[in-house]
């Protein structure tokens, strides 16, 4: 993959970082994920994100970068990881807030994906594509590492329609499956609020609509 350098050229070089003890090799690795985060969220543009610009966020030659990641998206890779670990963060918080009953843990989770996705527009955009994910085979990534990627949010989702079910509030057939296109749904509807000036309806109204119907949940529970 070709690398793209859009930093301004007239950037103020930044102090030179103090090299790390021996053994402190993984925070040099967690500062360079910090620096690629930073570049991402100042320019709200992934062409910022090379191996020179994230070199000099943070103060070392870019060879410095390779034994902790091979290329640029390895260092993407790494950065929408942490974003989607924070994700789950988020869900798992918003379902204990919502106490023991299973629709209601349900509700909270999917209305907490949608906060996200709006409170953070330029993180999800990043997190589910955008002009970083590469094509296989044109850089160090792995189909598997990035299939996988928001696996635990959406065993969140499949556990708590599961629970439903369970609890006799869902007649949901294949609880994993109603899950995916539950995901899928809210993920639409979080892109068209997001692209949209004028969203064509009550956004909650619209939200309850979505999950009430694709995770079946009976009306008189």
């Not at 062409?47 to 970068?65: D, E, N």
């Not at 998206?73 to 963060?89: G, K, N, S, W």
């Not at 989770?109 to 999800?124: E, F, I, N, T, V």
Request: charged residues 25%.
């Amino acid at each position: 993959m070709r690398e793209i350098d859009v930093t301004p050229q007239d950037t103020p070089k930044r102090a030179a970082r103090v090299r790390n003890r021996r053994g402190e090799g993984g925070r040099l690795r967690e500062d360079i994920v910090d620096a690629a985060a930073a570049l991402l969220d100042e320019t709200g543009d992934e062409r910022s994100i090379t191996l020179r610009s994230v070199a000099r966020r943070v103060g070392i030659a870019a060879p410095s970068i390779y034994p902790h990641f091979p290329d640029q998206p390895a260092i993407m890779l790494a950065v929408v990881r942490r974003e989607f670990a924070a994700l789950e963060a988020h869900l798992r918080a918003a379902a204990r807030e919502a106490g023991d009953g299973p629709r209601a843990r349900l509700y909270a989770l999917c209305r907490a994906y949608l906060a996200y996705a709006q409170d953070h527009p330029g993180r999800y955009r990043t997190m589910f594509g955008g002009l970083w994910m590469p094509t296989l085979g044109d850089s160090s990534l792995t189909e598997e590492e990035l299939t996988t990627l928001g696996d635990g949010a959406l065993r969140l989702l499949g556990d708590a329609l599961a629970d439903c079910v369970a609890a006799g509030q869902s007649s949901a057939a294949d609880p994993q499956l109603d899950a995916v296109t539950l995901w899928v749904c809210l993920h639409g509807l979080a892109h068209q609020v997001a692209a949209t000036r004028v969203f064509p309806g009550p956004e909650k109204s619209v939200a309850d609509a979505i999950i009430t119907r694709v995770a079946r949940l009976n009306d008189d529970v």
